[in-house]
């Protein structure tokens, strides 16, 4: 038997799966909220600029006309051939242009802002991108990464970080975002993409590709529909819904939006997902910051009054070990964090609360190949160290190594999952997505590679706690770092003959990388010292920043390996582990 939601959690509502995301956030809300949005939608933290919710769809539409005369496309072709990459850090724009892009019927694939010019090179090429947004910060890396992709200059556009920001770092003018909705803002209507779509064109059609290594393996091209963007949106509402409609009532408001922290990566499902679209389609207003500077997080928080926190677990144990420094703050209006994408410990929330006792303190569990979110924990039901209740319209089940399904509590099993938010799969992957989706008597489900047991919390509900990851993955600050990438470079330095990398744990970091090498013969480095030095340059020079060997790199005689030559990184995690015990 699955386990499902609990009961105080309302049904989720039909999902729509003939519309595209962008009609879907100003259609379906406007329907819900006759008095319009209460806030603007995004806010730059640091400049204060701003749109609101009606300024905003216009801006889309003028955007989307602009794209669609920029690069000649009409909506009704096939979205594989208007897929747009953006590698830019956070803006007021980021999820607008997403919108615009959908509205034309493309696809938008977001690129982490820490990539350098091989892994976005990696990501533009696999993904067919024909142009590039990024911010005048990233221009450079883009233009390398481009020029490898063959994207011409000209299809490399500006999103502007500031008014006014307009330095071209290579000489060339290249064409901004506002260049684009200026000009659409004078071209004849289009007909969103949507206008003719058939029923179930939105669960079919991909708008955002995100990458993911998943289980194993390189990073993958995560096709992520419309349907799977909205029902994520809809589940998180519902699963929320309750503990507002109480507060609202409880202050005699006649709804209840919160002004919500946007630092987390777009780029990433979770600051994409969680972080922009729910907020949007609320009537929220997301503060957006480009990047993490921690005095700059704190003076925004107090300068908006924002009341809720989307963070991952290195930036909260950031701040409880700042306790000087966080008290020189206003943090008062904060009525919530939220932390997700790697493990809250317990004592880190315990922290946190002793700082301030008034916040709930929460935590989610998510991935991108569900396009976000799976269970939560929320204000009426938190329990540290829990990852939550499963949110509506989830079904999991749990299964183990022997492929018994788990049907009791506080039993460890892998976590499978069914949702309308489970993505369509990875983009030309067969071999992962069979591994990956599997089709059971009741339906589809996606394997997490992630080891949890399902658990009564004190309040009596069935919460889902992750007590390990099976997987490949290492999160580093909430990143994903993939073994077999940083396996495949260390093998192109000459001093290395073989290799395995696995996570191991870190106060600050979570997780970094750590690698086990065996020796090239007469590798030409006269000490082992040196020889370790080398190849941690190697990947510093070639690889972002969190992606480094923080963990150490150790010396081996052999890689252990299956009769199949499978690498058994298992095995050497659970000997690293050993180790740290004794
Ligand atoms: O694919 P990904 O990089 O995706 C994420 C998504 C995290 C989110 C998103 C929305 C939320 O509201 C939220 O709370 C969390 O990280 O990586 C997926 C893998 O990250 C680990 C786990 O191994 C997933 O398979 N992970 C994510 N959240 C947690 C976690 C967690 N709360 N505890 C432990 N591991």
Known sequence: MPFVPPSWCPPLPQVPDSISIESFMWEERYGRHPLGYSQDPFTDGLMGRTYNAFDLKDRIDHLARGLCKEFDWTPESSEWEKVIGVFSLNTVDYVPLTWAIHRIGGIATCANAAYNAHELEYQLKDSGAKAVFTCLALLDTTLEAARKCNIPKERVYILPMAPNATQKSDGYDHKTLEDIVTAGSKLPKIQPSDRSWKVGDGARRCAYLCYSSGTSGLPKGVMISHKNVIANTLQIFTHESPTREDYAKRNMLQSYTETA????????????????????????????????DFKVLLQTIQDYKINMLFLVPPMIIHMTKSKETVKQYDLSSVRACFTGAAPLGKETADDLLSMFPSWAVRQGYGLTETCTVVCSTVPEDIWFGSSGSLIPGMKVRLVTVEG???????????LWVQSPSVVLGYLHNDKANKETFVDEADGRYMRTGDEA????????????????????LIKVKG??????????????????????????????????????????????EESDALLKRSIAKHVEQHKTDYKRLRGGIEFIDVVPKSPSGKILRRLMR?????????
């Open 453 to 472: 047991i399902i658990a009564k919390s004190p309040q009596g509900h069935e919460h889902i706690i992750i007590t390990d990851r099976i997987k490949e």
């Open 404 to 414: 018994n399904e788990i049907t009791g509590y506080n039993q460890p099993g892998e």
């Open 479 to 524: 990143h994903q770092v993939a073994p077999a990438e940083l396996e495949a470079h260390l093998l192109t330095h000459p001093g290395v003959n073989d290799c395995v990398v696995i996570g191991v744990p870190s106060d600050r970091e979570g997780e970094v990388p750590k690698a086990f090498v065996v020796k090239a013969p007469g590798s030409i």
């Open 261 to 292: 922290l946007g630092l987390l990566p777009m780029s990433h499902i979770y600051g994409l997902i969680v972080g922009s679209h729910v907020g949007a389609f609320r009537g929220d207003g997301v503060i957006v910051l480009p990047k993490y």
């Open 574 to 582: 659970d000997k690293e582990r050993e180790k740290m015990r004794k």
